[in-house]
Nanobody, 121 residues
Framework: QVQLVESGGGSVQAGGSLRLSCAAS????????MGWFRQSPRKDREFVAG????????QYADSVKGRFNISVDSSKNMVYLDMKDMKPEDTAVYYC??????????????WGQGTRVTVSS
Protein backbone atom coordinates (compact mmCIF):
# COMPACT_ATOMS: atom_id res chain seq x y z
CA GLN A 1 0.00 0.00 0.00
CA VAL A 2 1.07 3.54 -0.76
CA GLN A 3 -0.43 6.59 0.89
CA LEU A 4 -0.39 9.93 -0.89
CA VAL A 5 -1.28 13.25 0.70
CA GLU A 6 -1.49 16.43 -1.35
CA SER A 7 -1.19 19.97 -0.04
CA GLY A 8 -0.70 23.47 -1.35
CA GLY A 9 -3.96 24.08 -3.14
CA GLY A 10 -5.73 27.40 -2.91
CA SER A 11 -6.90 30.41 -4.85
CA VAL A 12 -4.75 32.48 -7.17
CA GLN A 13 -5.35 35.11 -9.80
CA ALA A 14 -4.68 34.48 -13.46
CA GLY A 15 -0.99 34.84 -14.20
CA GLY A 16 -0.06 33.81 -10.68
CA SER A 17 1.89 30.85 -9.34
CA LEU A 18 1.25 28.00 -6.95
CA ARG A 19 3.17 24.98 -5.70
CA LEU A 20 1.49 21.70 -4.91
CA SER A 21 3.17 19.07 -2.77
CA CYS A 22 2.54 15.34 -2.44
CA ALA A 23 3.89 13.31 0.46
CA ALA A 24 4.25 9.60 -0.26
CA SER A 25 4.48 6.94 2.43
CA UNK A 26 4.17 3.20 2.75
CA UNK A 27 5.65 0.86 0.15
CA UNK A 28 7.28 3.45 -2.07
CA UNK A 29 9.25 1.69 -4.81
CA UNK A 30 12.13 3.72 -6.21
CA UNK A 31 11.45 2.52 -9.74
CA UNK A 32 7.86 3.67 -9.62
CA UNK A 33 6.46 6.74 -11.34
CA MET A 34 4.61 9.64 -9.80
CA GLY A 35 2.07 11.81 -11.50
CA TRP A 36 -0.27 14.73 -11.10
CA PHE A 37 -3.78 14.64 -12.47
CA ARG A 38 -6.65 17.10 -12.31
CA GLN A 39 -10.40 17.09 -12.59
CA SER A 40 -12.56 20.11 -13.18
CA PRO A 41 -16.36 20.23 -13.07
CA ARG A 42 -18.08 18.44 -15.93
CA LYS A 43 -14.77 17.04 -17.17
CA ASP A 44 -13.04 13.71 -16.87
CA ARG A 45 -9.92 13.44 -14.79
CA GLU A 46 -6.90 14.25 -16.96
CA PHE A 47 -3.18 13.66 -16.77
CA VAL A 48 -1.05 16.74 -16.03
CA ALA A 49 2.53 15.63 -15.47
CA GLY A 50 4.61 12.58 -14.59
CA UNK A 51 8.09 11.74 -13.32
CA UNK A 52 10.07 8.88 -11.83
CA UNK A 53 11.75 8.96 -8.43
CA UNK A 54 15.09 9.30 -10.22
CA UNK A 55 13.85 12.46 -11.91
CA UNK A 56 13.49 10.89 -15.33
CA UNK A 57 10.50 9.90 -17.42
CA UNK A 58 9.21 13.45 -17.58
CA GLN A 59 5.80 13.80 -19.17
CA TYR A 60 3.54 16.83 -19.50
CA ALA A 61 0.12 17.45 -20.93
CA ASP A 62 0.26 19.85 -23.86
CA SER A 63 -1.95 22.28 -21.98
CA VAL A 64 0.64 22.82 -19.23
CA LYS A 65 3.95 22.53 -21.09
CA GLY A 66 6.17 25.52 -20.40
CA ARG A 67 4.04 26.59 -17.43
CA PHE A 68 4.11 23.63 -15.03
CA ASN A 69 7.13 21.80 -13.68
CA ILE A 70 7.08 18.48 -11.84
CA SER A 71 9.93 17.50 -9.55
CA VAL A 72 10.78 15.01 -6.81
CA ASP A 73 12.80 14.92 -3.62
CA SER A 74 13.36 11.21 -3.18
CA SER A 75 15.11 11.74 0.17
CA LYS A 76 11.84 13.08 1.54
CA ASN A 77 9.42 11.04 -0.58
CA MET A 78 7.97 14.29 -1.88
CA VAL A 79 6.64 15.18 -5.30
CA TYR A 80 6.01 18.77 -6.34
CA LEU A 81 4.10 20.55 -9.04
CA ASP A 82 5.17 24.13 -9.63
CA MET A 83 2.58 26.02 -11.60
CA LYS A 84 3.14 29.46 -13.12
CA ASP A 85 1.32 31.73 -15.54
CA MET A 86 -1.84 30.09 -14.36
CA LYS A 87 -5.09 30.35 -16.26
CA PRO A 88 -8.74 30.05 -15.21
CA GLU A 89 -8.89 26.76 -17.11
CA ASP A 90 -6.33 25.35 -14.65
CA THR A 91 -9.06 25.45 -12.00
CA ALA A 92 -9.57 21.88 -10.80
CA VAL A 93 -9.01 19.42 -8.02
CA TYR A 94 -5.45 18.18 -8.39
CA TYR A 95 -4.55 14.62 -7.49
CA CYS A 96 -1.24 12.92 -6.87
CA UNK A 97 -0.98 9.33 -8.07
CA UNK A 98 1.56 6.58 -8.49
CA UNK A 99 2.16 3.62 -10.77
CA UNK A 100 4.88 1.01 -11.13
CA UNK A 101 6.12 2.54 -14.41
CA UNK A 102 5.72 5.80 -16.35
CA UNK A 103 3.47 4.00 -18.82
CA UNK A 104 1.48 2.73 -15.86
CA UNK A 105 0.42 6.30 -15.11
CA UNK A 106 -2.32 5.70 -17.66
CA UNK A 107 -4.00 3.77 -14.88
CA UNK A 108 -2.37 4.67 -11.54
CA UNK A 109 -2.63 2.22 -8.69
CA UNK A 110 -2.84 4.67 -5.81
CA TRP A 111 -4.36 8.12 -5.50
CA GLY A 112 -4.32 10.93 -3.01
CA GLN A 113 -7.45 12.66 -1.80
CA GLY A 114 -6.91 15.76 -3.95
CA THR A 115 -6.31 19.44 -3.35
CA ARG A 116 -8.42 22.19 -4.87
CA VAL A 117 -6.95 24.92 -7.05
CA THR A 118 -8.98 27.92 -8.15
CA VAL A 119 -7.70 30.45 -10.67
CA SER A 120 -9.71 33.62 -11.00
CA SER A 121 -9.65 35.93 -13.99
Amino acid sequence: QVQLVESGGGSVQAGGSLRLSCAASGRVFRRSAMGWFRQSPRKDREFVAGITWSGGGLQYADSVKGRFNISVDSSKNMVYLDMKDMKPEDTAVYYCATALTPVGLRQPQYWGQGTRVTVSS
